[in-house]
């Protein structure tokens, strides 16, 4: 997946529902961050993101899913591999829904990441 693409169904993603902020991370490095807050406020967030899984999965629990509710909105941290796709949004009633389009994204651009690995390596 080119950044291009990525960039473009990341802004999709953000401007369904009442999504207001996405970032995708791989281990601690913020791959895209579309955030209402300053560059060292989306940091911060990354930070409190890891500190967040790794309380989770301290135990070796496996997790794919994290969906909190907070004072003024929602976050949803979705967990595949070294990646985490962090989506904050108003509704709680949404997060089925965001949760599912939010996964197919990752899906879809980790398989894009295996493939450009795997080419790169032929």
Known sequence: MTPET???NLNALRKSGSIYGVMLQRDQEVIYSNLPFTSDKAR????????????YTKDG???DQL???YDGGNLVILLKE???LVVLHHSA???DSIAEA??????????GEA???FMGSS
Do not use: K
């Not at 911060?44 to 309380?55: G, N, P």
């Not at 939010?102 to 398989?111: E, V």
């Open 6 to 8: 990525r960039s473009a």
């Open 44 to 55: 911060e967030l990354s930070v409190v993101t890891d500190d967040i899984v790794c309380f």
């Open 61 to 63: 629990q496996v997790l």
């Open 67 to 69: 969906s909190f509710r």
């Open 82 to 84: 070294h990646h985490r």
């Open 93 to 95: 009633e949404e997060v």
């Open 102 to 111: 939010a996964t197919s994204f990752l899906c879809d651009y980790l398989t």
């Open 115 to 117: 493939i450009s690995s």
